[in-house]
């Protein structure tokens, strides 16, 4: 899913690894509410990044949507857009989402399924919930590209998540590995991703990688993460060194969580929009490309959509059209000011 924001924030990531988490007590990280689009705009709850905390691992974007009544709020329905030096990761608790990209690929986000993207040089693609979905409830994750991968040629993958079982909860695992299930998804850096789900009052002990840290990200009921207590939206922060994550449900009520770790990655990145990249020189020629390229820049009144010395070469964001019924989505204008770091 594209961030929609008309201004969106810059966020420079700097990750050094010696200055990631240690096995302390968890930390919350309460979401923001972020409106897409028009007046009918789908609300979702973002948790990364946050003042907080930028990254988990190479998971550099976290949004949490519904459960919420298409007839309401109109679905989902994101035009044609791009992205860079990403990938999405696309999962849903309900409703179905038809996908299309400019590599070619046409799939539908179900649940149970991941729908993978990576962007790598560049890619376009929309998003559309179906006629059939009549609630749309799940979860849009980005994982930033380590910089020896982040040029490569985009791709895009589907896999149906792997079922475990560990004490009283049942686990689908849809990234990486966990507690011995895994899944052959495609990533550059160290990650695992899974859904949790727990009865009311039930609890189970994770078996985790100590050089990983975590988020655990609460989509239903209430739950406690070694010990510390968080609400709906939440996402629960811990850092490296663990070698066990007890997560808890209340007794009033079953639980669902989203899991996600990985490696922390010691490189700098950029993230402005749909874009990630390593300065401020790249971001302004990705937008001016993704403008030139959909003819957004021409339809907002840009007359030069190319910074002054770029000549354009291949199209970096391929085919803009995915048999979408209007037109691509035009950037947001830059801000007036050099993008700035924003520290970890």
């Given at each position: 899913?594209?961030?929609?924001?008309?201004?969106?924030?810059?966020?420079?990531?700097?990750?050094?690894?010696?200055?990631?988490?240690?096995?302390?007590?968890?930390?919350?990280?309460?979401?923001?509410?972020?409106?897409?689009?028009?007046?009918?705009?789908?609300?979702?709850?973002?948790?990364?990044?946050?003042?907080?905390?930028?990254?988990?691992?190479?998971?550099?974007?976290?949004?949490?949507?519904?459960?919420?009544?298409?007839?309401?709020?109109?679905?989902?329905?994101?035009?044609?857009?791009?992205?860079?030096?990403?990938?999405?990761?696309?999962?849903?608790?309900?409703?179905?989402?038809?996908?299309?990209?400019?590599?070619?690929?046409?799939?539908?986000?179900?649940?149970?399924?991941?729908?993978?993207?990576?962007?790598?040089?560049?890619?376009?693609?929309?998003?559309?919930?179906?006629?059939?979905?009549?609630?749309?409830?799940?979860?849009?994750?980005?994982?930033?590209?380590?910089?020896?991968?982040?040029?490569?040629?985009?791709?895009?993958?589907?896999?149906?998540?792997?079922?475990?079982?560990?004490?009283?909860?049942?686990?689908?695992?849809?990234?990486?590995?966990?507690?011995?299930?895994?899944?052959?998804?495609?990533?550059?850096?160290?990650?695992?991703?899974?859904?949790?789900?727990?009865?009311?009052?039930?609890?189970?002990?994770?078996?985790?990688?100590?050089?990983?840290?975590?988020g655990v990200l609460l989509d239903t009921g209430r739950v406690t993460v070694d010990g510390v207590a968080a609400e709906r939206t939440d996402l629960v922060y811990t850092g490296t060194g663990r070698e066990t994550l007890t997560i808890a449900a209340s007794a009033d009520g079953p639980a669902r969580v989203l899991l996600i770790g990985?490696?922390?990655?010691?490189?700098?990145?950029?993230?402005?929009?749909?874009?990630?990249?390593?300065?401020?020189?790249?971001?302004?020629?990705?937008?001016?490309?993704?403008?030139?390229?959909?003819?957004?820049?021409?339809?907002?009144?840009?007359?030069?959509?190319?910074?002054?010395?770029?000549?354009?070469t291949m199209r970096r964001f391929g085919d803009t059209d995915h048999h979408f019924e209007g037109p691509p989505l035009p950037a947001p204008v830059l801000p007036n000011v050099r993008l700035q770091p924003r520290r970890r």
């Amino acid at each position: 899913m594209s961030n929609l924001e008309k201004r969106p924030a810059e966020t420079w990531v700097e990750c050094d690894a010696e200055v990631f988490g240690t096995p302390g007590a968890p930390e919350i990280i309460q979401a923001r509410e972020v409106p897409l689009g028009g007046p009918r705009a789908m609300t979702v709850h973002r948790t990364l990044p946050s003042k907080q905390r930028t990254m988990i691992g190479a998971w550099c974007f976290v949004d949490h949507y519904g459960p919420g009544d298409v007839a309401e709020t109109g679905g989902m329905v994101v035009p044609p857009h791009p992205h860079t030096g990403l990938q999405t990761v696309s999962w849903l608790f309900e409703g179905e989402i038809e996908h299309r990209d400019s590599v070619g690929s046409h799939a539908f986000v179900r649940p149970g399924v991941l729908n993978l993207m990576t962007a790598g040089h560049g890619i376009s693609h929309s998003e559309v919930s179906t006629p059939a979905t009549t609630i749309l409830h799940g979860a849009q994750l980005w994982v930033a590209l380590p910089e020896a991968s982040r040029q490569v040629d985009p791709f895009f993958e589907s896999h149906t998540a792997v079922a475990t079982r560990i004490d009283d909860a049942e686990i689908s695992v849809f990234v990486g590995e966990l507690a011995g299930a895994s899944v052959g998804a495609t990533t550059f850096t160290s990650l695992s991703a899974a859904e949790i789900r727990l009865p009311a009052g039930g609890s189970a002990v994770l078996p985790v990688r100590p050089d990983h840290e975590y988020g655990v990200l609460l989509d239903t009921g209430r739950v406690t993460v070694d010990g510390v207590a968080a609400e709906r939206t939440d996402l629960v922060y811990t850092g490296t060194g663990r070698e066990t994550l007890t997560i808890a449900a209340s007794a009033d009520g079953p639980a669902r969580v989203l899991l996600i770790g990985g490696e922390p990655l010691d490189e700098q990145i950029l993230m402005w929009w749909n874009f990630v990249g390593r300065s401020h020189e790249e971001i302004v020629e990705y937008r001016a490309e993704w403008q030139r390229e959909s003819g957004a820049g021409a339809a907002v009144g840009e007359t030069d959509a190319l910074p002054p010395g770029l000549e354009p070469t291949m199209r970096r964001f391929g085919d803009t059209d995915h048999h979408f019924e209007g037109p691509p989505l035009p950037a947001p204008v830059l801000p007036n000011v050099r993008l700035q770091p924003r520290r970890r």
